[in-house]
């Protein structure tokens, strides 16, 4: 079946995994996906992710990270821009998530990156998504 949108479904996943209380979950690989797991991984929002080959596909694998062994530590991973409504900021009106405690991931001209990495280099770019 064709995902008309990949990223939200790679956002759903980690979603669900994390609310079903899983140690990991796979996600089928692109750049832009290996890109957010990248910055899931720096920010401290997952233990760790390897990319894998699952019957001849392949697959990140994502090793999910949690408070006590029973609150995950994404409380809230949401996707912003959709194919459909497209949503761009330049670096001086980037959005604060949750007053500055959660991550905002951006698509630049020079590369994905965080929210305030990016009002650092002084560049804009498409909203991907917010995790708190």
């Known amino acids: 079946m064709s995902v008309s949108d990949p990223v939200a479904d790679m956002l759903t996943k980690i979603r ?32 760790n992710f390897k990319k894998a080959n699952q019957e001849g596909a392949n697959v990140i694998r994502v090793f999910l990270k949690y408070d006590d062994e029973t609150i995950p530590i994404i409380h809230g991973i949401e996707r912003v821009s959709t194919p459909g409504r497209r949503v ?9 998530v949750y007053n500055g405690y959660g991550t905002l991931i951006v698509s630049t001209s020079q590369g994905v990156t965080t929210g305030k990495k990016a009002a650092e280099k002084k560049v804009g770019g498409e909203i991907i998504c917010t995790v708190w």
């Open 16 to 47: 669900n995994a994390g609310m079903a209380r899983h140690e990991k979950v796979d996600i089928p690989t692109s750049r832009l996906k290996l890109e957010i797991v990248k910055i899931l991984k720096t920010e401290g929002y997952i233990k």
């Open 88 to 96: 761009y900021m330049g670096y001086k009106s980037m959005p604060r």
